[in-house]
T-cell receptor, first 116, second 114 residues
């Protein structure tokens, strides 16, 4: 029973390029979350998606960042025109359902983005 | 606005002793709390959780205590083992339409010495 899969594990981009981060949730999970961890900080919520729907994007920067979770395939976090401040670890988590606030999120290994 | 705070950046404990990690929160609407453990270059691993209707939850060597009046929770690990050395994050979630979003503390680095 595979856990949450993220690829690539490491991604290097030059300033101005695009970064695409992929996340495949655990089998049977239909809810995906993206978090970002800057150096020396805790994880910060970015976006919560269900299949074909963005439920909560209150943590997403207003520009350059977008996320999707299509009917088929992995969830994608896209960062356009990357800047050095985007360098961070990006974690994806998944859960089977949401109800009564008791569902636990299970995390992938993360993608470490370095912007040169 | 740091709604979940872990005021101790690090904790050092001898093997076999108890480790106590603390977490404070400011938002009284949080109704579910979780602890995660994280090794370098890996994702957080779920340890234990507690609902706001309880004040204690136990799972093996791990016990989480919740004091709602003080807006404080703690994770007790006993006995501590060298393999427990990692960064520990507490997290909290709201109910209602904000289901799903976790708010994390900054983390506490636990070192267990043999």
């Amino acid at each position: 029973n595979a856990g949450v899969m993220q690829n690539p594990r490491h991604l290097v981009r030059r300033r101005g390029q695009e970064a695409r981060l992929r996340c495949s949730p655990m089998k049977g999970h239909s809810h995906v979350y993206w978090y970002r961890q800057l150096p020396e900080e805790g994880l910060k919520f970015m976006v919560y998606l269900q299949k074909e729907n963005i439920i909560d994007e209150s943590g997403m920067p207003k520009e350059r960042f977008s996320a999707e979770f299509p009917k088929e395939g992995p969830s994608i976090l896209r960062i356009q025109q990357v800047v050095r401040g985007d360098s961070a670890a990006y974690f994806c988590a998944s859960s089977p359902s949401v109800g009564q606030g008791t569902d636990t999120q299970y995390f992938g290994p993360g993608t470490r983005l370095t912007v040169l | 606005d740091q709604q979940v705070k872990q005021n101790s950046p690090s904790l050092s404990v001898q093997e076999g002793r108890i480790s106590i990690l603390n977490c404070d929160y400011t938002n009284s609407m949080f109704d579910y709390f979780l602890w995660y453990k994280k090794y370098p270059a890996e994702g957080p691993t779920f340890l234990i959780s507690i609902s706001s209707i309880k004040d204690k939850n136990e799972d093996g060597r791990f016990t989480v205590f919740l004091n709602k009046s003080a807006k404080h929770l703690s994770l007790h690990i006993v006995p501590s083992q060298p393999g427990d050395s990692a960064v520990y994050f507490c997290a909290a979630s709201l109910g209602g339409t904000s289901y799903g979003k976790l708010t994390f503390g900054q983390g506490t680095i636990l070192t267990v010495h043999p």
